[in-house]
């Protein structure tokens, strides 16, 4: 199980990319930390172990 914004889920072995296709986010659009460090979006090919604490914030434009 990896831990993702404080809820378990069973993603353990997928890539950053692949969790935030999952999810429906936009990469271009989105940062995530794992154990505390950010993630480059150039390591989005990284693979989450059990365990992973992970934040993804999504950012939204508005005026």
């Known amino acids: 199980m990896v831990t ?3 809820e378990q889920k ?3 072995g997928m890539t950053v ?5 999952s999810m429906k986010l936009d990469p271009a ?3 995530v930390m794992i154990g ?3 993630v480059p979006k150039a390591d989005y ?3 989450l172990a059990e365990g ?3 934040d ?3 950012f939204v434009g508005g005026g």
């Open 4 to 6: 993702i914004n404080g």
């Open 10 to 12: 069973d993603c353990a």
């Open 17 to 21: 990319a692949e969790l935030l296709q």
């Open 29 to 31: 659009r989105t940062a």
């Open 36 to 38: 505390g460090d950010i």
């Open 45 to 47: 090919g990284r693979a």
């Open 52 to 54: 992973d604490e992970a």
């Open 56 to 58: 993804i914030i999504g």
